[in-house]
T-cell receptor
Framework: GQQLNQSPQSMFIQEGEDVSMNCTSSSIFNTWLWYKQDPGEGPVLLIALYKAGELTSNGRLTAQFGITRKDSFLNISASIPSDVGIYFC????????FGTGTRLKVLA | DGGITQSPKYLFRKEGQNVTLSCEQN?????MYWYRQDPGQGLRLIYY???????QKGDIAEGYSVSREKKESFPLTVTSAQKNPTAFYLC???????????FGDGTRLSIL
């Protein structure tokens, strides 16, 4: 099955730093979703994007739906230790395609 | 509170044995899904159901079976034909196809 290209695969950052990750695809999507998964738990929806160019925030998180409809990025500002986890992007048309995940580790 | 409940949290399977993973939702969602997650990997779709008494194969359906007799329930059976069943299994539901999916907390299946 098709999967999105998500980068970086993993990253270590210092507490307080800003984080940026992105997803790219060769296909056009109508919807972009961003999820966070804590170890041993299911993914939790962070942000949903439905229109090209849309920029949406949820607290310290900001995500954008790329204008070409083939990419999306997620920014986390002023990271804290509880931001650790795996972040997945999901592109949707008639079905959803999951990215491979970005593993974030925050150093206090 | 509304949500998705998966049970058990941990499950062990003997060689040649079928095991069934439970998924129940009280969100009144029409669509339900089963995913498999291997270490360091993304999610791969096993089966999905858009309505009661109907379901379709996902990308990796071989060795698995499902049923959707009730709107709230979508159990997954891992059969003996699945030769590499060790993984983290996630169930999800959504209001309809193409709506954001909400996930349960997963079942970790291991081989004895």
């Amino acid at each position: 099955g098709q999967q999105l290209n998500q980068s970086p695969q993993s990253m270590f950052i210092q507490e307080g730093e800003d984080v940026s990750m992105n997803c790219t695809s060769s296909s056009i999507f109508n919807t972009w979703l961003w999820y966070k998964q804590d170890p041993g738990e299911g993914p939790v929806l962070l942000i949903a994007l439905y229109k090209a160019g849309e920029l949406t925030s949820n607290g310290r998180l900001t995500a954008q739906f790329g204008i070409t409809r083939k990419d999306s990025f997620l920014n986390i500002s002023a990271s804290i230790p509880s931001d650790v986890g795996i972040y997945f992007c999901v592109g949707g048309t008639y079905k959803y395609i999951f990215g491979t995940g970005t593993r974030l580790k925050v150093l206090a | 509170d509304g949500g998705i409940t998966q049970s058990p949290k941990y499950l062990f399977r003997k060689e040649g044995q079928n095991v069934t993973l439970s998924c129940e939702q009280n969100l009144n969602h029409d669509a339900m899904y089963w995913y498999r997650q291997d270490p360091g990997q993304g999610l791969r779709l096993i089966y999905y159901s858009q309505i009661v008494n109907d379901f379709q194969k996902g990308d990796i359906a071989e060795g698995y079976s499902v049923s959707r007799e009730k709107k709230e329930s979508f159990p997954l059976t891992v059969t003996s034909a699945q030769k590499n069943p060790t993984a983290f299994y996630l169930c999800a539901s959504s209001k309809g196809n193409n709506q954001p999916q909400h996930f349960g907390d997963g079942t970790r299946l291991s081989i004895l």
